[in-house]
């Protein structure tokens, strides 16, 4: 989870590709990165990748993304609407019209690899009025084996939405917190591929954790900083977690983002 420190866009670690590369810098919200965990390098916003026509279906799902999120900050929608009304979103353009749109052949040849995680590129659609705060959609270049390692998110919701390749994607309801740990209750666990998404929520599936079974490609739309509270990112190890009655587990969290990498990435 990575990306240009920006108080409307949630810290995360980036790694551009879209730029030369820059020094490494962490974008930081909140004392943690909030969205994506990839390696670092640098960060940029890929604007107008393709300034014509095609760019046209990219720029329409995130003003309707973008809507749907304002609706959920003024309190017009719930939670669960808007990850009702982002499944809609998404079912009416399919994952090639949305990568033509956005030039991905192009972005992906412009994408240096990384040694684990993702590579992740922001995408800064037209928005009247510019973007809410904390309002971003994000590209995660995963290639085969390398993993978004499993982690929780504060006052967010986002949906990650396969525009290429296969991914294993498990989620986790996040039961409650302890100082060392997480407790988990494990909800989804199976392969999706282009056109499937899984979200995020505090209420539900709040611990994701995304391992690329091909090269593939990521988008994320994302809303942080929900309530006006800050969105922190908590990373956890859901492998190395005791087992408790009902199914749950106690996930130790992992200290820092290069050890989740590490283990997982
Ligand atoms: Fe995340």
Known sequence: MPNEPSPSDPGSLITDSAAPAEPRRRAVLGGLLAVGLVSLAGAALVRRAVVTSRRRTFEEVARRAHDASQALAEG?????????????IFQEVS???????????????RTPDVPRGASVLTLAPDLPGGPLPGFATK??????GRANPPHAHDNMVSMHYVLRGKFRVRHYDR???EPDAIILKPTIDRVIGPGESTSISENHDNVHWHLAESDGVLLDVLRAGL???????HLVDPVAATPLEGGLLR??????????LERFG
Do not use: H, N
């Open 76 to 88: 017009q929608i719930t939670i669960a609407g808007w990850q009702r009304a982002l499944d809609s």
């Open 95 to 109: 994952p090639d019209e949305l990568s033509e749109s956005i030039d991905l052949d192009a972005l992906l040849a």
């Open 139 to 144: 590209l995660f270049v995963l290639r085969k």
């Open 175 to 177: 039961v409650r917190d």
């Open 227 to 233: 309530g006006d509270l800050p969105t922190e990112t």
């Open 251 to 260: 996930a130790p969290r992992l200290p820092t983002v290069d050890k989740a």
